[in-house]
């Protein structure tokens, strides 16, 4: 397993904070960073698209700030999602906005991204890509990926459905560079199960939509604190990708979240002036049951530190009875 080198004490957990639609902005990730993990944000959510040069600035010019103020403090870099789909029609001018500033990091999903690698390689960007499946890791690699994200069941949003025990496992009897897990991680202890699986990063959303930082709206936040892993289903009516989403917000549209219609992948439309339809749908992992407060990302981190930290010590004494 590995990170990659310029990661090196910059982090103080080894934790990705997902990119959330409509929901991560400067002020969340910002926050993720100072708080000594990675934070990320879809290119998509800065709206104009003129909005992008001014949010990477913005990121590139407080974070720098705080390392020349503060030295030996771990302070993350940020990273940004880029979909690499057909539909994107703003993928040229947002990949020239990420270039401009040097984004650190690229999060790329839904299309092997060979085009987007290449830029970011050129500027020294590192790139990692969404993956739900061994043929899709194989294509990612075949891209020259830095990175694989695995997006296993229970994962908010768009995820896949198998198990980490087995993806993780069949992904590392081929790969041995740098991988991010996600499902349903929402506790200091889940971080640690991760490392334990073969992973390097825990990749977290839900637990961050939950945060005083996140644009969601109140009640997005509190339908997350409210809600269980009971209230998750998953479907494709709302993207053309198979995601999941919370049961009330979909009740709240006017739908029967029991009895929803099927979308294919013709569906998709990441156009930087597609129409939101279902802006008000929304998404979340199974781990949502593990939530009961909207803290802020600071404490938030503390909070899973501590939790990491209990974690470790609980293992060590669980393991020295077979050792």
């Not at 708080?35 to 003129?50: D, Q």
Request: aromatic fraction near 6%.
């Amino acid at each position: 397993m590995a990170i990659p080198a310029f990661l090196e004490n910059q982090l103080s957990l080894p934790v990705i904070g997902a990119p959330l639609f409509i929901i991560s902005h400067p002020p969340l990730v910002l926050a993720q960073c100072m708080a000594g993990i990675i934070g990320s944000f879809p290119a998509l959510n800065a709206r104009p698209k003129e909005q992008l040069d001014d949010w990477l600035a913005e990121l590139s010019e407080k974070l720098a700030a705080a390392r020349l103020a503060e030295p030996t403090r771990r302070i993350a870099p940020y990273a940004v999602n880029q979909i690499v789909h057909a539909s994107n029609d703003r993928l040229d001018h947002d990949m020239q906005m990420c270039e401009k500033y040097k984004a650190p990091m690229l999060i790329t999903s839904l299309r092997a991204p060979g085009d987007v690698v290449k830029q970011a390689h050129a500027w020294g960007g590192v790139v990692m890509h969404d993956i739900i499946s061994v043929r899709h890791a194989e294509k990612a690699l075949e891209a020259g990926v830095d990175g694989l994200i695995v997006v296993c069941a229970g994962a908010g949003g768009h995820a896949g459905t198998l198990s980490p025990f087995a993806l993780v496992r069949e992904i590392r009897r081929f790969y041995s560079g740098t991988i991010a897990l996600s499902g349903a991680i929402a506790h200091g202890a889940s971080i640690l199960a991760a490392q334990a699986m073969g992973a390097d990063f825990a990749y977290m959303g839900t637990r961050f939509i939950a945060t005083q930082e996140a644009r969601a709206v109140d009640a997005y936040k509190d339908m997350i604190v409210n809600s269980t892993a009971q209230d998750i289903i998953y479907s494709s009516l709302f993207t053309g990708i198979h995601g999941n989403y919370l049961k009330g917000s979909v009740k709240s549209a006017g739908l029967d979240p029991d009895n929803l219609p099927s979308a294919d992948k013709t569906a998709m439309n990441f156009g930087g002036g597609a129409a939101k339809a279902w802006k008000d749908i929304w998404g979340s992992g199974q781990g949502v049951g593990q939530m009961d407060d909207v803290p802020t990302t600071a404490m938030l981190v503390e909070r899973l530190k501590a939790e990491y930290r209990e974690a470790v010590a609980l293992s060590h004494r669980n393991s020295a009875r077979y050792l």
